[in-house]
């Protein structure tokens, strides 16, 4: 079992920047591809990036490629979602989630999720 905990959501102005962590506790990251999602209110649940366990490989969605920078550290059991020139549309709760196969065709474990709201 993989528990993940995200951290370093809050409200933030339009342009502005937010970095989120994903921390990961029971079993070791290193051997899973970890990625991020959102979900805003009324909305499905958003693909945004994944990153392969070799701390390089990664893929993005269209909507957030040039904006937002998926990295982990597998030594520190963490991935990290850097967001930035935020807009009001990124208003969403933001979860990470991991996966043993590559690329991912479904996630085995999700954490709870941090508020992410960007202010206009």
């Known amino acids: 079992q993989v528990q993940l905990v995200e951290s370093g959501g809050g409200l933030v102005q339009t342009g502005g920047s937010l970095r989120l962590s994903c921390a990961a506790s029971?079993?070791?990251?290193?051997?899973?591809?970890a990625g991020w999602f959102r979900q805003a209110p009324g909305k499905e649940r958003e693909f945004l990036a994944v990153m392969h366990w070799d701390e390089f490989r990664t893929s993005y969605a269209d909507s957030v490629k040039g904006r937002f920078t998926i990295s982990r550290i597998n030594a520190k059991n963490t991935v990290y979602l850097q967001m930035n020139s935020l807009k009001p549309e990124d208003t969403a709760v933001y979860y990470c989630?991991?996966?043993?196969?590559?690329?991912?065709?479904?996630?085995?474990?999700w954490g709870q999720g941090t508020q992410v709201t960007v202010s206009s």
């Open positions: 029971g079993r070791t990251l290193s051997t899973y591809a």
């Open positions: 989630a991991a996966s043993s196969t590559w690329p991912p065709p479904a996630y085995d474990y």
